[in-house]
């Protein structure tokens, strides 16, 4: 089965700084790759998915962007944070299909100040 | 349009106490597939179930089992005998084939005291 390694576990970033958050995966190949954000007490909201190496789906636009440098290795960026930016920052990892489970990371906890 | 959604944003028991948590979904589509996951206070996302929508038996594991029904669009969740590592937030989710994306609900915020 596949493990998931988000790193860093936890993050307090000034506004305007640049951000990297990096998700690798292990026991499995060309997986469907996904970020996710959870706001506070909030509900799960779909950044990006990636279907293989350098694709990337963008679902909300904003001052993120997404890279899929390697098979099995997702980047979460950005240039200039935001104190919106602030949240919760889970990958998932899935099968070919997009209906398939989705298994998710430990997390990294993003604190814009 | 696709939507989940879990009425109950928090539930308080005692344990041993049995408690069902609600999933109600909406879709169109035919063919789809409804998940429940567990958000412990570490954070990361524990999967529990996949149910496909042609698959409407019903479900145990341990103290865990999930009701299906397609008459009434829900998907409910009920843990028997709850314990203090049961407390959690609970996630139901959605996806189907039209939309690719897993819809999740708000999550229902389960405490069980001692």
């Known amino acids: 089965s596949q493990t998931i390694h988000q790193w860093p576990a936890t993050l307090v970033q000034p506004v305007g700084s640049p951000l990297s958050l990096e998700c690798t995966v292990e026991g499995t190949s060309n997986p469907n790759l996904y970020w996710y954000r959870q706001a506070a007490g909030r509900g799960l909201q779909l950044l990006f998915y990636s279907v293989g190496i350098g694709q990337i789906s963008s679902e909300v636009p904003q001052n993120l962007s997404a890279s899929r440098p390697q098979d099995r290795q997702f980047i979460l960026s950005s240039k200039k944070l935001l104190l919106s930016d602030s949240g919760f920052y889970l990958c998932a990892c899935g099968q070919a299909a997009a209906t398939d489970t989705q298994y998710f990371g430990p997390g990294t906890r993003l604190t814009v100040l | 349009a696709q939507k989940v959604t879990q009425a109950q944003t928090e539930i308080s028991v005692v344990e041993k106490e049995d408690v069902t948590l609600d999933c109600v979904y909406e879709t169109r589509d035919t063919t789809y597939y409804l998940f429940w996951y567990k958000q412990p206070p570490s954070g990361e996302l524990v999967f529990l179930i996949r149910r496909n929508s042609f698959d409407e038996q019903n479900e145990i594991s341990g103290r865990y089992s999930w009701n299906f029904q397609k008459s009434t669009s829900s998907f409910n969740f009920t843990i028997t005998a709850s314990q203090v590592v049961d407390s959690a937030v609970y996630f139901c989710?959605?996806?189907?084939?039209?939309?690719?994306?897993?819809?999740f609900g708000t999550g229902t915020r389960l405490q069980v005291f001692p």
């Open positions: 989710a959605l996806i189907t084939y039209n939309t690719d994306k897993l819809i």
